[in-house]
């Protein structure tokens, strides 16, 4: 089947511009997850959704930072008002379970450019 | 603070050779470590992985050991390819999302 896709591949924008990214993950993968990569830095969690249940947003780095995930099927990311620290790969991946032992399949990633 | 640090940023070794990539952490709590591969424009692909319960895991041509005494983990890959050439990430789990190092490139120079 299917692997993870994101979209867009490249996204350019405007400080101070709203940004969405989407996800869609493998199809029956009850968990999705968001991170961010900064040039130089490793993978930063942002978000996970698993099933259900309230999403963990402890990694999010500030309000402006949002995710919906509509059940168990395609999520987005928001960033409002654009910052230029904003620029950065963001990834998503989804597992078949949520804990850290579950392979997490990753999608190609967003690259964001916040001019 | 970094809980899982890979001190290296990049690393080149001659085809045929060992490669051995190094990755630290500091949370006791970790139970279970992961590497996963990454080429550019590509999202990371999980390589191997490695429980605590654990001081090594082979599959094919790599290799992790764990030294859980001194917080320490390698991947060795052996004889390295030309196509192993990306950035390798080390991961650990335990009762929190992932947590990932900053990444090691190695170059495989043919």
């Known amino acids: 089947g299917a692997g993870v896709s994101q979209s867009p591949s490249n996204k350019v924008t405007e400080k101070g511009k709203d940004v969405e990214l989407r996800c869609d993950p493998i199809?029956?993968?009850?968990?999705l997850y968001w991170y961010r990569q900064r040039l130089g830095q490793g993978l930063e969690f942002l978000i996970y959704f698993q099933g259900n249940s309230a999403p963990d947003k402890s990694g999010l780095p500030s309000d402006r930072f949002s995710a919906e995930r509509t059940g168990e099927s395609v999520s987005t990311l928001t960033i409002q008002r654009t910052q230029q620290e904003d620029s950065a790969v963001y990834l998503c991946?989804?597992?078949?379970?949520?804990?850290?032992?579950?392979?997490?399949?990753f999608g190609p990633g967003t690259r964001l450019t916040v001019l | 603070d970094q809980q899982v640090k890979q001190n290296s940023p990049s690393l080149s070794v001659q085809e045929g050779r060992i490669s051995i990539l190094n990755c630290d952490y500091t949370?006791?709590?970790?139970?279970?470590f992961l590497w996963y591969k990454k080429y550019p424009a590509e999202g990371p692909t999980f390589l191997i992985s490695?429980?605590?319960?654990?001081d090594k895991n082979e599959d094919g041509r790599f290799t992790v050991f764990l030294n859980k005494s001194a917080k320490h983990l390698s991947l060795h890959i052996v004889p390295s390819q030309p196509g192993d050439s990306a950035v390798y990430f080390c991961?650990?789990?335990?009762?929190?999302?992932?947590?990932f190092g900053k990444g090691t490139r190695l170059s495989v120079i043919a």
């Open positions: 199809s029956g993968h009850t968990a």
């Open positions: 490695i429980s605590s319960i654990k």
């Open positions: 991961a650990a789990a335990g009762n929190t999302p992932l947590v």
């Open positions: 991946a989804s597992s078949s379970a949520w804990d850290s032992y579950n392979e997490q399949f």
């Open positions: 949370n006791s709590m970790f139970d279970y």
